[in-house]
Nanobody
Framework: QVQLVESGGGSVRPGESLTLSCVAS????????MAWVRQFPGQGLEWIAI????????ASADSVKGRFTASKDNAKNTLYLQMNSLKAEDTATYYC?????????RGQGTQVIVFS
C-alpha cells in the first residue's frame, strides 16, 4: 500500500527557510520519479519540482527556481524540499507525489504560511 507522509511545514517570516520531508512506504522511491506540488486555498494543484529515481536529475517551476531544491535519500525512502527566501505567495499546502501525473498518489500535505 502506497503511503506518503509530509511534514516540516509551519509559519515563517518572508526571507526565512523551511525544509519539508516526505516519508514514503509501500514502494521504493529509488525506482520512481517523485514530485512536489502545492495547492493555494480554493485553487488547483501547482507543480513545483520533480526529481529522478536516482536523484541526479531535478527540475523546478519558474516560480520557485533558485529558491527551492528537491532532494532525496533513497536509503531512508525520504524526499525533501529545501525552501529558501520564502515569500508570502508561497503560502500553500505542500504535497509530495509518487510520479508526476494529475492522479499521482500524494500524502495529506503540510501547510506553509509565510506572513509579514
Amino acid at each position: 500500500q502506497v503511503q506518503l507522509v509530509e511534514s516540516g511545514g509551519g509559519s515563517v517570516r518572508p526571507g526565512e527557510s523551511l525544509t519539508l520531508s516526505c516519508v514514503a512506504s509501500g514502494f521504493k522511491i529509488s525506482t520512481e520519479h517523485m514530485a512536489w506540488v502545492r495547492q493555494f486555498p480554493g485553487q488547483g494543484l501547482e507543480w513545483i519540482a520533480i526529481i529522478s529515481p536516482t536523484g541526479s536529475i531535478t527540475a523546478s517551476a519558474d516560480s520557485v527556481k533558485g529558491r527551492f531544491t528537491a532532494s532525496k535519500d533513497n536509503a531512508k525512502n525520504t524526499l525533501y524540499l529545501q525552501m529558501n527566501s520564502l515569500k508570502a505567495e508561497d503560502t500553500a499546502t505542500y504535497y509530495c507525489t509518487k510520479g508526476s501525473g494529475p492522479d499521482a498518489p500524494r500524502g495529506q500535505g503540510t501547510q506553509v504560511i509565510v506572513f509579514s
